[in-house]
Nanobody, 115 residues
Framework: QVQLVESGGGLVQPGGSLSLSCEAS????????MGWYRQGPGKQRELVAS???????RYADSVKGRFTISRDNTKNTVYLQMNNLKPEDTAVYYC?????????WGQGTQVTVSS
């Protein structure tokens, strides 16, 4: 059974930092492209960052220079370090695992940036 379990969300003030984690089970983690998506209030789900099996990364323009995605294949875990958070980063953040058209989603974790 495939499971992606996110953790690390919460409430943070503007300018603050949060680190998200997503632990995968039931898949050959090292083969998958792992990604973080988010869906803000009244918005469509969008790609935040992704990392390939070769650790090639891609970021949305809105988070470049502030967010860093990384993976630890020994722990079947992908991370998202978020710095200098802004109110517009408020969203539910979802972990995604993709391989040859097969895609899996986590349940999501809420990130709220507010003073």
């Amino acid at each position: 059974q495939v499971q992606l379990v996110e953790s690390g969300g919460g409430l943070v003030q503007p300018g603050g930092s949060l680190s998200l984690s997503c632990e995968a089970s039931g898949i050959r983690f090292s083969s998958y492209v792992m990604g973080w998506y988010r869906q803000g209030p009244g918005k469509q789900r969008e790609l935040v960052a992704s990392i390939t099996r070769d650790r090639i990364t891609r970021y949305a323009d809105s988070v470049k220079g502030r967010f860093t995605i990384s993976r630890d294949n020994t722990k079947n875990t992908v991370y998202l370090q978020m710095n200098n958070l802004k109110p517009e980063d408020t969203a539910v953040y979802y972990c995604n695992a993709a391989l040859f058209g097969s895609t899996r989603w986590g349940q999501g974790t809420q990130v709220t940036v507010s003073s």
